[in-house]
């Protein structure tokens, strides 16, 4: 972590406290509280949105409520439900599961309580205010095409994929093999979910290595895996193995730079989470948010060309 890094979770925590002990925000009158649900922390996307969020409702004059529902859609409605008794006049969330979260939403909303989704979409339209997500096929497409590029358009490859009940992995392997099935001479000749982990994507790497030792490249679902992917590679002396991630985190810029990962395609989750809060205040402030509910944002492919030019899942400021 950069110094820069440390200063900016260091303000999270204090601007935080203040605005706890104090009751107030930086405006005039008694601070409302804003509640920021994502998946664990221990992955540096959800970490970024929560931390994102939670620098902007600040900053706005708001109190903050961050929990994480780890990715369990029994937890994440307890804590929707917490939320709303304590008051909370909008709920940022990154949900957890497309279908399974729509009740969720729905109790919100029926308590009064809008929601703003980032980075998961819900299978329904209407209930929450805004769903603003990264155009995970537009990112997935740049990096199908980069990996096919750095294949030289031929060889054999495994694909790691996250959680099934993700929508966002479907998507990205959707955006994947649009682009790479369309080169005859590229193979794929193994796919894993490894469930955004990379431990398992170590180990699904490791299995799927046994049984294909002459592959040429790995293409990932997400960034963790990816990195998972290239410990398992570099265990078994298989670093000319070329290695393409997905969502842009610090770990995984720091290994394009170093070598170790090909490329990865960034998800703008910082601005993302953002404009959730900058637009849950509008719609406090005048009930519409002048958008519409399901916006979707570009992703960026990072490259060891233009990696010093990010962090933390957003572009340096100049």
């Not at 909008?90 to 308590?111: H, M, T």
């Not at 509910?293 to 030019?309: G, H, M, R, Y």
Request: include cysteine; hydrophobic fraction near 45%; charged fraction near 20%.
């Amino acid at each position: 972590m950069t110094y820069r890094h440390v200063l900016l979770l260091s303000a999270v925590c204090v601007l935080a406290l203040l605005a706890a002990c104090s009751g107030r925000g930086p405006g005039e009158g008694p601070s409302e509280l804003m509640a920021i649900v994502t998946p664990p922390h221990d992955n540096p996307f959800f970490k970024a949105e929560a931390d994102a969020a939670a620098v902007k409702a600040i900053e706005l004059g708001y109190q903050i409520l961050v929990q994480t529902h780890d990715d369990d859609a029994h937890k994440q409605d307890q804590i929707i439900e917490m939320a709303i008794a304590k008051g909370a006049v909008a709920i940022i969330l990154d949900n957890a599961g497309v279908d399974a979260s729509i009740a969720a939403v729905q109790k919100a909303k029926n308590a009064g309580v809008p929601s703003f989704l980032i980075d998961r979409e819900i299978n329904a339209t209407g209930i929450a205010v805004s769903q603003i997500v990264s155009n995970n096929y537009q990112g997935a497409s740049l990096g199908g095409q980069e990996f096919v590029r750095l294949m030289g358009e031929k060889g054999n490859y495994f694909e790691l994929t996250g959680r099934e009940s993700d929508s966002n992995a479907v998507t990205r392997s959707r955006g994947f093999h649009d682009v790479i099935d369309k080169y005859p001479d590229m193979k794929m000749v193994a796919r894993q979910a490894a469930n955004w982990s990379q431990t398992e994507g170590f180990q699904k790497i490791e299995t799927m290595l046994q049984a294909n030792p002459g592959v040429q490249g790995v293409i990932a679902g997400n960034d963790t895996m990816a990195l998972g992917a290239v410990a398992a590679l570099k265990a078994a002396g298989r670093e000319d193995v070329i290695v393409v991630g997905f969502d842009g985190t610090p770990d995984a810029i720091e290994a394009v730079r170093a070598g170790d990962l090909k490329a990865t395609v960034l998800q703008p989750a910082w601005r993302i989470a953002e404009m959730a809060v900058e637009q849950a205040h509008q719609y406090l402030t005048t009930s519409e948010t002048g958008q519409p509910e399901k916006q979707s944002i570009d992703c960026i492919l990072v490259t060891p060309e233009n990696a010093d030019q990010f962090e933390l899942f957003r572009r340096k400021e100049q």
